[in-house]
């Protein structure tokens, strides 16, 4: 399974995932609905907030971790304040996304699916964002960079930080 991470939650975050676990305990099937809440109370699912929900549920932890790994909304790792998703579909494959995502993993020094260290971004693939007429295809947040080089990288990387910096 997932090994130890650096969770830190508050005493107010537990006890809103609790009330939910409270809330929904009593409705068949309920899982779901109580791993997308955590998700949004935690902004994602670390072990810890898994063994909650199962011992909360009364279910097994291996039941909860197969649902949480089985379904791509779910992340088992911090997501950054900027959350890049570089488009792997075909249309953007076959123009070079993959050389952009490789320019992004080297420029912020992290792997896809990790968060950088200051927690400013994530990196994470997908199949298609149906933009493929701009293809290769990045999106930082919800904006949307087409037709990238991996030379274009480093500045619009460098506008996310410039513009934390100045806040």
Known sequence: MNKKSDFHASAEQINKLKTVIEESRSV??????????????????????????????????????????????FSLTPKGKHRISICLGTACYVKGSDKILEEVQKVLG???????????????SCRCVGACGLAPVMM????????????????ILKKYTDKEANK
């Open 140 to 155: 930082i947040d919800n904006d949307v960079y087409g037709k990238l080089k991996p030379e274009m990288v480093k500045d």
């Open 110 to 124: 992290i792997a896809c699916g990790e968060c950088t260290e200051d927690g400013l971004f994530s990196i994470d």
């Open 28 to 73: 068949k099937g309920c899982l779901m609905h109580v791993l997308q809440e955590a998700q949004t109370i935690f902004g994602y699912l670390p072990i810890e907030v898994q063994t909650i929900i199962a011992e909360g549920l009364g279910i097994s932890l291996s039941e909860v971790y197969g649902v949480a790994t089985f379904y791509s909304q």
